[in-house]
Antibody, heavy 121, light 111 residues
Framework: QVQLQQSGPGLVEPSQTLSLTCAIFGDSVASNSGVWNWIRQSPSRGLEWLGR?????????DYAVSVKSRIVINPETSNNQFSLHLNFVTAEDTAVYYC???????????WGQGIQVTVSS | QSALTQPASVSGSPGQSITISCTGT?????????VSWYQQHPGKAPKLMIYEVIKRPSGVSDRFSGSKSGNTASLTISGLQAEDEADYYCSSYTSSNTYVLFGGGTKLTVL
């Protein structure tokens, strides 16, 4: 059974970088079948897929157009986790952030517990 | 790109059946069999209930079923139970560079 455990700060100042980590238990970030995603949820924007990382003989990343210029998702194989870094945040980035295992076709089957991130000074 | 369209709320009595619709376009719901449904209780992460329009993950009750006609997908819950009261979200793969769209969510109230 896959379990995802998120960690990171709940408060980020405007224009700074939001950084979260998702630790994976029961699977490997470097598996040839897993796809590892970040999804956020806010009252104004609803559920919004942000990006993904996955390994298929080499590492791949895809990002949502809405955040493509500001986002980096990194796999961290030594700790079996993956991270989200969102730069130059504004109040619009205030949301609950989730990590998830899954894909666009068969759905997001496993989710982290979610972290409320507020962008405020 | 606009989110998929869901009714804001639906309600039903215990034992009844309800259906939640999810309307998109030929570029997403209508064009692919990649519609998923999620259940979300307050303060919890979404839970995958249906994927690829009609398939249920292991452990999901067979009271939950999915279907699709044209650009509209549907989630039906039969034999409503109090524990089904939650928010429900649809999602679909999209051929746009957005990759995946979510619906705005439907609040199910069990009367």
């Amino acid at each position: 059974q896959v379990q995802l455990q998120q960690s990171g700060p709940g408060l980020v100042e405007p224009s700074q970088t939001l950084s979260l980590t998702c630790a994976i238990f029961g699977d490997s970030v470097a598996s040839n079948s897993g796809v590892w995603n970040w999804i956020r949820q806010s009252p104004s924007r609803g559920l919004e897929w942000l990006g993904r990382t996955y390994y298929r003989s080499k590492w791949y990343n895809d990002y949502a157009v809405s955040v493509k210029s500001r986002i980096v998702i990194n796999p961290e194989t030594s700790n079996n986790q993956f991270s989200l870094h969102l730069n130059f945040v504004t109040a619009e980035d205030t949301a609950v952030y989730y990590c998830s295992k899954g894909d666009f076709w068969s759905g997001f089957a496993y989710w982290g517990q979610g972290i409320q991130v507020t962008v405020s000074s | 790109q606009s989110a998929l369209t869901q009714p804001a709320s639906v309600s039903g009595s215990p034992g009844q059946s309800i259906t939640i619709s999810c309307t998109g376009t030929s570029s997403d719901v209508g064009g692919y069999y990649y519609v998923s449904w999620y259940q979300q209780h307050p303060g919890k992460a979404p839970k995958l209930m249906i994927y690829e329009v009609i398939k249920r993950p292991s452990g999901v009750s067979d009271r939950f079923s999915g279907s699709k006609s044209g650009n509209t997908a549907s989630l039906t819950i039969s034999g409503l139970q109090a524990e089904d009261e939650a928010d429900y979200y649809c999602s679909s793969y999209t051929s746009s560079n957005t990759y995946v769209l979510f619906g705005g969510g439907t609040k199910l109230t069990v009367l």
